[in-house]
């Protein structure tokens, strides 16, 4: 996942949940996140633009401690 803001990403489908790893090392869960805005997210040229533009400040989130497991 190419992205100068954005290291990976990992959609649950089951639970709804999308979890983003920024190139910072934060990482955060974002909640009741439909298929198609996750399907979007990893086909999107920006990855950035569109979390920024689609799913930051719409999605409940929770933010992880700890590296990605």
Known sequence: MP???IRAAAYRAAQREL???FTS???YVYRDVPPRVA???RAAPS???YFNARI???YAFTE???DPA
């Open 3 to 5: 992205s100068t803001a």
């Open 39 to 41: 399907e979007a997210l």
């Open 19 to 21: 979890e983003i790893v």
């Open 47 to 49: 990855k950035g633009r």
């Open 56 to 58: 930051r400040d719409r």
């Open 64 to 66: 992880l401690a700890g």
């Open 25 to 27: 090392g934060r990482r």
